[in-house]
């Protein structure tokens, strides 16, 4: 999975109406140590419409800086090791864009924007669902960036965020065979099919701790359909949009238990060289920015 973007809400209303009542206009402490090697945190600004700040050490270098330009629309810039990325958010349009610049991500700077995002995780409380527009804004991008194939082409995106979420169960095409989690047929490429699309439109919701159909490609097979258990009670929450269960997570949808199983099977989870899933990321961007924070069906 890949991409970047410019921003607009029914769930604009998430990401901008939770977001815009919560949190007084207390300044946080200035920086926030982080225990696995003495990189920090260190917030610049943070008021009601702005919040930057810098996460720096062992050679990682964040600057982030999110801005607030109206009731449901912000701005945001950001640099990993010099990596600059730009993203603006319009709820009320219900649009989006961001870019990468045409530039790439490696293992060094995802494993910042990880680090980052747990750090603003302690730095917040855990409170993703409190945070204002431009702060959860800020928080959902560094979160699908950090999930980026290794060396993916990060060109500039457009996100059309009108379509109402969908509450519909995915079933395979007549004749397609599909195969329980793990089954050996599975992992060699059992199944051919002439690469149907296994995209969604929009943002389609799983039932929660539920079987779901989880659909990816890659270079070795076609399409294969597998039933995959998935939500709360699963194994680190698949199905979750960003990584794990924690801070930084968004709803189970279908995009994002694709790009899931397509990680754990090609190495996408745990080798930040395996770019074998990069369809799955880029159809799950507008899933990591805008679904409902931990929800399912």
């Not at 990189?39 to 990682?60: N, V």
């Not at 995209?199 to 919701?205: C, F, K, M, V, W």
């Not at 189970?252 to 080798?271: E, V």
Request: net charge negative; charged share 25%.
């Amino acid at each position: 999975m890949s991409g970047r973007l410019r921003l607009s809400g029914v769930v604009a209303i998430v990401l901008g109406a939770t977001a815009c009542t919560a949190m007084s206009g207390e300044e946080p402490p200035a920086s926030l140590a982080d225990e696995a090697g003495g990189a920090a945190l260190r917030i610049t600004a943070h008021t009601e419409a702005d919040f930057a700040g810098t996460f720096e050490g062992a050679g990682e270098r964040v600057v982030f800086e999110a801005r607030r330009t109206g009731s449901a629309t912000a701005t945001l810039h950001l640099e990993v090791n010099g990596q600059p990325f730009d993203a603006s958010y319009d709820g009320d349009a219900k649009r989006a864009w961001w870019s990468g610049h045409n530039g790439a991500l490696y293992p060094e700077d995802l494993a910042a924007l990880k680090r980052t995002l747990a750090a603003m995780g302690d730095h917040f409380g855990g409170d993703q669902e409190g945070l204002r527009v431009h702060e959860d804004f800020l928080v959902r991008r560094i979160s699908f960036w950090s999930e980026a194939p290794a060396g993916l082409t990060m060109p500039e995106r457009e996100l059309d965020l009108s379509k109402p979420p969908g509450e519909t169960i995915r079933v395979a095409p007549p004749g397609v065979t599909v195969f329980e989690e793990d089954d050996e047929r599975a992992e060699t490429g059992g199944i051919e099919v002439d690469h149907q699309g296994s995209n969604e439109d929009g943002i389609l919701y799983l039932r929660c701790n539920a079987n779901a159909l989880a659909v990816h490609d890659a270079n070795g097979h076609c399409l294969q359909y597998e039933t995959i258990f998935a939500g709360p009670n699963s194994s680190d929450c698949m199905g979750k949009c960003g990584g794990g269960c924690g801070f930084g997570t968004a709803g189970y949808t279908y995009d994002c238990l694709d790009h899931d199983r397509c990680g754990r099977k090609h190495g996408g989870s745990f080798n930040p060289w395996d770019a074998e899933c990069g369809d799955e990321y880029w159809e799950a961007d507008d899933d990591f920015l805008h679904s409902i924070i931990g929800r399912c069906l």
